[in-house]
């Protein structure tokens, strides 16, 4: 369930971004996943499976 997440997807991880939110949108799924912070648009490269330990909750799609 946790790890049901897909390309564009917002999800929140256990620690809130330095801007203050702790909102998410995936922009790139391989070997590493890339997020971008939806308030401040800083992107980050992790390992999956990084990404995996950090990640709280997938929101779902943009619609949400
Ligand atoms: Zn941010």
Known sequence: MKNNYKLNDLVQMK???????????????????????????REIMMERIEFEKKLKKVLGGENE
């Open 15 to 41: 620690k809130n971004h330095a801007c203050g939110t702790n909102k998410w949108q995936i922009t790139r799924v391989g070997v590493d996943i890339k997020i971008k912070c939806v308030q401040c648009g």
